[in-house]
Nanobody, 121 residues
């Protein structure tokens, strides 16, 4: 089994920064993509940013230029640096890890429990 744990959420004012971290652990053979999703009250969960094993990144248009995703493959960890935060960034942020515990098995997606990010105006 694979465990995914996020940290780094909190309450900040508009214009400030936060850095989220997400560590995957357990029975891991390899990790493909890692990413961050968010879900605001009354809205569907949406992709914020994703990064592949070779470092290719993808961002939602609403965060491009403000957020930066990065990963440390040696630590099975992904980060999300969030700058110039806006009240509309308020949401629960979830980490997703596509991992497999065997070279003979397809990767499965594992989710963290989520971390709250609140941006006040």
């Amino acid at each position: 089994q694979v465990q995914v744990v996020e940290s780094g959420g909190g309450l900040v004012q508009a214009g400030e920064s936060l850095r989220l971290s997400c560590a995957a652990s357990g029975s891991i053979f390899s990790i493909n993509a890692m990413g961050w999703y968010r879900q605001a009250p009354g809205k569907q969960r949406e992709l914020v940013a994703a990064i592949t094993g070779d470092g290719s990144t993808n961002y939602a248009a609403s965060v491009k230029g403000r957020f930066t995703i990065s990963r440390d493959n040696a630590k099975n960890t992904v980060y999300l640096q969030m700058n110039s935060l806006k009240p509309e960034d308020t949401a629960i942020y979830y980490c997703a890890t596509d991992a497999t515990n065997s070279p003979f098995r397809r990767a499965a997606r594992y989710w963290g429990q989520g971390t709250q990010v609140t941006v006040s105006s």
